[in-house]
T-cell receptor, first 113, second 112 residues
Framework: DQQVKQNSPSLSVQEGRISILNCDYT??????FLWYKKYPAEGPTFLIS?????DKNEDGRFTVFLNKSAKHLSLHIVPSQPGDSAVYFC????????????FGTGTRLTVIP | NAGVTQTPKFQVLKTGQSMTLQCAQD?????MYWYRQDPGMGLRLIYY???????DKGEVPNGYNVSRLNKREFSLRLESAAPSQTSVYFC???????????FGPGTRLTVL
């Protein structure tokens, strides 16, 4: 059973506009959330994270919002650039066990010049 | 500082053959992980090693074995490959201070 869900397989956005990628989770024990970006033929690269004690974290053009009551997080990219075109994975972690990550299925973002 | 490296990048096996996927990290991280990624699915954990000398099963361990050779190296072995093991395999190591995992470039494995 998928504990982390990304219901939009793809998203297209014009350059300069905002990209919003969404993620839902089911496990209330998750306490830390991350976004990874993946280019073809490369491994995922860490983008931004947020602890469950916060509701927002910002890093340059990237902002992650967490709504714990709705078990929902989103990644905002403003402004979007063609180089942002990639697959974005949402991931979540519990503090128990291996600290391993549970990944969503990914959203392919295409930024149109 | 190469980060996480994996070899080989590509491999084709016949059903029943065995092989070992190699992973090394130069970031002095304690924890290392092996994931697989299949089409339409997120990355799933196969095995992990919380520290040198320890290994544990993840979500999908069947058909695999691992060895944490030292702090740097964590290998994944397929003893008798099956077509269901066709996948892209990623190794990762965890930065305990930043609480973030760093991934290698992946090994694309096809089992015929």
């Amino acid at each position: 059973d998928q504990q982390v869900k990304q219901n939009s397989p793809s998203l297209s956005v014009q350059e300069g506009r905002i990209s919003i990628l969404n993620c839902d989770y089911t496990n209330s024990m998750f306490d830390y959330f991350l976004w990874y970006k993946k280019y073809p033929a490369e491994g995922p690269t860490f983008l931004i994270s947020i602890s469950s004690i916060k509701d927002k974290n910002e890093d340059g053009r990237f902002t992650v919002f967490l709504n714990k009551s709705a078990k929902h997080l989103s990644l905002h990219i403003v402004p979007s650039q063609p180089g942002d075109s990639a697959v974005y994975f949402c991931a979540a972690r519990t503090q128990t066990g291996a600290n391993n990550l549970f990944f969503g299925t990914g959203t392919r973002l295409t930024v149109i010049p | 500082n190469a980060g996480v490296t994996q070899t080989p990048k590509f491999q084709v096996l016949k059903t029943g053959q065995s092989m070992t996927l190699q992973c090394a990290q130069d970031m002095n991280h304690n924890s290392m992980y092996w994931y697989r990624q299949d089409p339409g699915m997120g990355l799933r954990l196969i095995y992990y090693s919380a520290s040198e000398g320890t290994t544990d099963k993840g979500e999908v361990p069947n058909g695999y074995n691992v060895s944490r050779l030292n702090k740097r190296e964590f290998s994944l072995r397929l003893e008798s490959a099956a077509p269901s093991q066709t996948s892209v395999y990623f190794c990762a190591s965890r930065d305990g201070l930043r609480d973030t995992q760093y991934f290698g470039p992946g090994t694309r494995l096809t089992v015929l």
